[in-house]
């Protein structure tokens, strides 16, 4: 009986520390809010790539295949957004807002330009476009071990696919993270 209640004991203990770890961990740094300017204050850095103001007008619009459909030949970005066949995921504003600060990755991250420019064989693309601005970030990511951002070359990095990584479903994620491994 006494042996009994120390592992109850222990399991109730061992729970309490593992939902502590998680909730303090999935803190988020921003509730909903329609305020704009609390917004801004709290990730300044955000307009660089992504304007903050315009982040409740910002449409996010993911376009992917899996990674092992062979194609005839290398496809663009804009070629993988028109296929009948890829997998669509739109998110708007009003979703968006709730990761902003999870989005200020992009801008803060660094971009190494590849020293030898290869072609792209896209199998994700995503883009952030408004009504105004029409597209005002685009990120293409292909079988080789580099990135396309705005139509420049990048050496791959995880910043850019671990920011979509909320809005995908799961079995999704599973496929591409072979392809695109987190660190």
């Known amino acids: 009986m006494m042996e009994t209640n120390k592992i ?6 061992i729970c309490a520390i593992v ?3 998680i909730f303090s961990g999935c803190r988020r740094d921003i509730m909903c809010t329609d305020n704009r300017a609390d917004i801004a204050q709290q990730c300044e850095s955000f307009p660089r790539l992504l304007n903050i103001e315009n982040i ?3 449409t996010l619009t993911i376009h992917y295949i899996c990674p092992t459909i062979l194609t005839r030949t290398a496809l663009s970005a804009e070629r993988l957004i028109s296929m009948e066949h890829a997998n669509r995921i739109v998110v708007y504003g009003s979703n ?3 990761y902003v600060c999870h989005l200020n990755k992009i801008n803060t991250h660094i971009l190494v330009p590849v020293s030898d420019e290869s072609r792209l064989n896209a199998r994700l693309v995503y ?3 408004t009504a105004e601005e029409g597209r005002v970030l685009m990120v293409a990511a ?3 071990n580099s990135v396309f951002v705005n139509g420049s070359e990048y050496e791959f990095t ?6 979509i990584k909320p809005f995908m479903p799961e079995e999704s994620l599973n ?3 072979l392809f695109f491994r987190s660190e």
């Open 142 to 144: 292909g079988l080789n």
């Open 96 to 98: 968006l807002v709730n």
């Open 158 to 163: 995880y910043v850019l696919f671990d920011a």
């Open 175 to 177: 496929t591409l993270n």
């Open 19 to 21: 939902a502590l770890f």
């Open 127 to 129: 883009v952030f476009e």
């Open 8 to 13: 109850i004991i222990t399991k109730i203990f």
């Open 56 to 58: 409740y007008d910002m």
